[in-house]
């Protein structure tokens, strides 16, 4: 059996504390791997790793930072397959969403590349006799992040290569559902010259991720994950005087107004709603239909969700792998079973899909639900499988009093041919990410990601100048050379004149 050891130091450090956690094939549930769970021991020589390497990279020239990020782009660019078939093998996506999501945490080493001009600070000179005042962005040290399953490789990128760019040293908490892809990034980055210790990966549960929380050489932490571990997340960390960005779960609702085109809306629909297998957090998961055309709608959405094809992710015909683990499986299961007992109509139930020479592994089909009610247990919780609920609503006032309801605010879509609704749109809602005929606007990578409400705790969102500004903090210096022709003035204990 593969066994998936930590990343310390620049090398392959074997578990040492007698704990393992299965990892599965979801595509046929055998468990294929085991990966060590970190001790707070373990935990503390990763930290130890980061701090010690941080005394001579926080220091370093950003043109050599930036010649091991290019060195590292390009050696992730000719891995692309590799990292996608570990993703393939453990989380169970598709291999092409795979390859989409290694393109996507690209942009973000692409924009830490770069970082030289997001790095240059300001100047203002003569703001008095012979005073200039200048303003820096240094790294804080030691910074973590605590990554969820869904996107094994790109959440990672989301956040390491700004944070090393940046002068800072990382350790990072990858899932233990689908650990591998964090180590061959690590493996990677040393390939490209990164210094040993510069870049920490320790595998664990609940005991790792306390034992960074409360580490007191930890300067800040991101996570991405579900509304209740981000609220642990930021109220730990905080207590602990740690800096944190906390990414929580998600309700993203789409609102389809009367004027829009259907057939793309429908489209849009199926794709957001029921690609990666519904396992992300921009996942499109509420339709609010608007007026007469929520029938035509969801008849349209059923069509399209009934032809596509589930299997295996290797399989290239394959459009939607399976779910993470046979317990996501089962709760997902439960809300398409319990949804007619709240009011809902169950156009299309999943539960049921098997596939043949793969009855063991963690299947479930597309479900549709219709008439859906703003209190029923699949409206109100974050399902993260591929289960759309549709609602109805009169107008469009009452399509935005419905989504600005929700304690989620992460992102959110219009569909409309109207600009001036669309425009409405942009302004009215309580949302941090808005899509205008666009169903899964995740921001590229030189802006940045996040949400409002539940779906974010703490006060920077994550890459972009957000990004940048959440790895460094800000100095101001203020000076006065004195010019040679300069005569003493004696002391003067008044406040400091600027004219």
């Not at 043109?63 to 992730?76: E, K, N």
């Not at 709240?342 to 597309?366: P, R, Y």
Request: charged share 20%; proline share 5%.
């Amino acid at each position: 059996m593969k066994t998936v050891n930590h990343w310390i130091g620049g090398k392959t450090v074997e578990g040492a504390s007698g704990n393992w956690g299965p990892v599965t094939d979801p595509a046929t549930g055998a468990v294929t791997t085991q990966v060590a769970l970190a001790s707070v021991e373990e935990v503390d020589a990763a930290v130890t790793a980061a701090r010690s390497a941080y005394a001579t990279w926080g220091t370093s020239s950003l043109a050599q930072r930036t010649g091991i990020l290019f060195r590292y782009r390009a050696l992730l660019d000719a891995h692309r397959d590799d990292i996608a078939a570990l993703i393939t093998a453990e989380h169970g996506k598709v291999h092409s969403d795979a390859l989409g999501e290694v393109a996507r945490g690209l942009e973000i080493v692409e924009l830490a590349c770069g970082i030289t001009t997001q790095l240059k600070g300001e100047l203002s000179t003569q703001v008095a006799s012979r005073v200039d005042v200048s303003s820096i962005r240094q790294p804080l040290g030691v910074v973590a992040g605590i990554t969820p399953f869904n996107f094994p490789a790109m959440v990672p990128m989301w956040m390491f290569p700004l944070a090393i760019a940046c002068g800072n040293t990382f350790v990072l908490k990858p899932s233990e559902k689908d650990p591998s892809a964090a180590n061959l990034l690590a493996e990677l980055a040393s390939e490209a010259g990164l210094p040993d210790g510069v870049f920490n990966v320790v595998h664990g549960d609940k005991i790792a991720v306390d034992a960074l929380l409360a580490h007191p050489d930890v300067s800040a932490v991101s996570f991405v994950g579900s509304t209740p571990i981000a609220r642990y997340i930021h109220t730990t960390a905080s207590a602990n005087h740690k800096r944190v960005q906390a990414l929580g779960g998600a309700k993203n609702h789409m609102l389809v107004l009367p004027d829009a085109d259907l057939d793309a809306a429908a489209d849009a629909a199926v794709s957001a709603a029921y690609g990666s297998a519904g396992e992300r957090c921009m996942a499109i998961s509420a339709v609010v239909a608007v007026s007469s055309i929520a029938d035509e709608l969801v008849e349209k959405i059923r069509e399209r969700a009934e032809k596509i094809k589930i299997g295996p992710g290797d399989d290239p015909t394959s459009e939607m792998g399976p779910l993470i683990t046979k317990a996501h499986r089962d709760k997902v299961a439960s809300y398409v079973t319990g949804a007619a007992a709240q009011g809902a109509k169950v156009v299309l139930d999943g539960t049921g899909h098997t596939v043949d020479g793969f009855e063991d592994g963690h299947w479930i089909g597309l479900s549709l639900l219709d008439h859906v009610s703003t209190d029923s247990d699949a409206y109100r919780d974050e399902i993260f499988g591929p289960v759309l609920c549709v609602l109805r609503a009169e107008t469009y006032e009452e399509g935005v009093a419905l989504i600005n309801a929700s304690p989620f605010g992460n992102g959110t879509a219009i569909f409309t041919r109207d600009g001036g609704a669309a425009r409405r749109f942009q302004l009215e809602i309580e949302a941090g990410m808005v899509g205008v005929n666009v169903p899964i606007p995740v921001p590229v990578g030189y802006h940045s990601f996040g949400g409002w409400k539940d779906s974010l705790f703490g006060d920077h969102h994550i890459y972009g100048n957000d990004g940048v500004h959440f790895y460094t903090r800000g100095k101001v210096v203020t000076t006065r050379w004195p010019d040679p022709s300069d005569a003493p003035t004696g002391v003067d204990l008044g406040f400091p004149r600027n004219h």
